[in-house]
DNA sequence: CATTAATATTCGCTATTGCTAATATAATAG
DNA sequence: CTATTATATTAGCAATAGCGAATATTAATG
């Protein structure tokens, strides 16, 4: 494997916390399939509106996420779509009968 | 994309949590070359024992990696390959560079 | 058995995180 | 301007994480 500069360690492992959260995942998951507003992430969350502005801030402070205002919404995207790669890796993981993998040795 | 189910989420971002860490996600890297002690992970690394032990303990509790006794030396090694590719998706958001993509229309 | 080397565990402390409740800001409608 | 809707910010607190120092354990060696 590649050597990774430590700054860029620092970096990886400073934006794997802000992802790695149950409500912070779960946005992210969300946003994978296009931007959402705030009250839709609500929704489709269940979070408490403060608590999930929270963590909205806190991935896009990490470069995680942008925003956009649109008349009194806020959408929100992914920021690069590389995450959606680390998404399926990890699923890979914690749900591999989800990912169906059809010819692989083992 | 997928809908993951609840507890699926709640596993990945205990796991995530695991390694967002600049020296657990360090101790990954060099794992992913395969297996290591932990004096050659103190010296690769630069961390104090206790600390280093700690994390590992942490990291194995986590189902991250697996440990085997050898005589006296305790030999960590990861637990499942595809933290590689979650790796690499890393590396592609935070060293684009070193990924030197071939062929990708942008 | 005593010593040394390799690793793990416990303790005490500080720093960070996450949450709720309350308040603030901004845009829109009337 | 007032009220309402959407979102952000702040404060205060409980819980968790991370670290070094000290101690414990386990295996090898004499």
């Known amino acids: 494997m590649e050597e990774i500069p430590k700054d860029k360690v620092t970096d990886a492992s400073q934006g794997l916390r802000a992802i790695a959260h149950e409500l912070r995942l779960s946005v992210l998951c969300l ?56 998404v399926h890796a990890l699923k890979q993981i914690y749900c591999p009968e989800m990912c169906a993998i059809s010819g692989g040795d083992v």
Chains 1, 2 share one sequence.
């Open 31 to 86: 946003l994978l399939d296009g931007p959402m507003c705030v009250h839709e992430l609500m929704e489709a969350t269940g979070a408490a509106q403060s608590n999930l502005s929270q963590h909205l801030t806190k991935m896009r402070l990490m470069g995680i996420i942008k925003n956009e205002k649109r008349g009194q919404q806020v959408f929100y995207r992914i920021a690069n779509p590389a995450w959606g790669d680390l």
